[in-house]
């Protein structure tokens, strides 16, 4: 009889073969992460691409993500499962739109969340992710006016944390994040009242200021697994279960459906499957290419931000 190869095996010797790295985001389906070589938060991703030396990356996240590690890895291949597998905060802004401003604004500092374009990234000063958007954003002379983008919830959040008055921010908003609704919290409160609530920067201010923990999909696994309690609320996607069920064992998570698909799942990360990972693996497509300049420019804030520690 034929030996049938699992779809997972065919993964592992495509990888070997490609001598390829697969980088997973925690809001990948559960078979994703578990064949990945490193799964984190966008920040640890970017580093786990800096440091990579094979030949190709199958970046199972989305395609923001991708582009940040092909301009780190210009040399390599840097391929995705899904394409289309795209951001709402990268759909609210353009590079036109920051370049107007900048005419407009040549004062300012343009601080960039990674979900952007690398289009957008090319026009800023520096990028930030939901971990270190305080640091950076404390990194800049108090005296220089800030703009930041795209996201008007992290925005807020780094504004109050910082008490940082001349920072303009972007109303740009994610999908799942900025939908999560107060009301539902204070109900899943109401229903596990002993169960501490971590939540994602990008939730609306009215869900945050409910947070006993607030911080990257991956500083909110950390925090769940050394906080002495049982249970948990979690507001972000729910592809964190992954990695909390793994490094805490016998502690339970609750997540709170956002308002629009009565679940807590991105629409985008979940466009990728094992069959697609396993089909760009074999095509080597879809792949990311980048103009040499687009790359060059954009390097610099990404850069910038790598080297804050
Ligand atoms: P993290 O940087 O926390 O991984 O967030 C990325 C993201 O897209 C959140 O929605
Ligand atoms: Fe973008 Fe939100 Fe999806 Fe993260 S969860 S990739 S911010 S749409």
Redesign the pocket.
């Known amino acids: 009889m034929p030996v049938v190869q699992s779809i997972t095996e065919e993964i592992l010797d495509l990888k070997r073969q490609r001598r390829a790295i697969i980088l997973a985001?925690?809001?990948q389906d559960s078979e994703i992460q578990e064949i990945a070589d490193a799964i984190?938060?966008?920040?640890?991703?970017a580093r786990a691409a800096q440091k990579f030396d094979g030949d190709v990356i199958a970046f199972c996240g989305?395609v923001f993500m991708a582009e940040t590690a092909k301009v780190l890895n210009p040399s390599r291949t840097v391929i995705v499962p899904d394409l289309d597998a795209g951001?709402s905060?990268v759909d609210s802004c353009s590079a036109a739109q920051i370049r107007a401003f900048r005419a407009r604004h040549p004062d300012h500092v343009v601080v960039s969340y990674?979900?952007t374009s690398v289009e957008v990234k090319a026009e800023s000063d520096i990028l930030c992710?939901?971990?270190n958007a305080v640091k950076i954003v404390n990194s800049i002379p108090p005296e220089k006016p800030i703009l930041f983008l795209p996201d008007i919830n992290l925005g807020n959040y780094v504004k109050q944390q910082t008490g940082r008055e001349n920072m303009r921010i972007w109303q740009g908003s994610?999908v799942?994040?900025a939908t999560f609704a107060a009301r539902k919290l204070v109900a899943a409160r109401l229903a596990h009242p002993a169960a501490p609530v971590a939540a994602?920067p990008?939730c609306p201010s009215d869900v945050l200021s409910m947070a006993d923990f607030i911080?990257?999909?991956?500083?909110?696994i950390e925090w769940c697994v050394a906080t002495d309690a049982k249970e948990f609320i979690v507001m972000?996607?729910s592809g964190v279960t992954h990695s909390l069920k793994r490094l805490a064992p016998g502690k339970q998570f609750h997540f709170v459906p956002n308002e629009n698909c009565n679940c807590s799942e991105?629409p985008y990360?979940r466009r990728n499957t094992l069959e697609k990972l396993r089909d760009a693996l074999d095509k080597l497509e879809p792949r990311m290419e980048l103009p040499e300049e687009l790359i060059r420019r954009a390097a610099v804030p990404i850069e910038c931000m790598l080297a804050v520690r």
């Open positions: 985001h925690h809001y984190g938060d966008s920040l640890e991703l989305v951001c905060l990674i979900n992710t939901s971990r994610c799942v994040h994602h990008e911080g990257s999909t991956s500083a909110i972000t996607e991105c990360m």
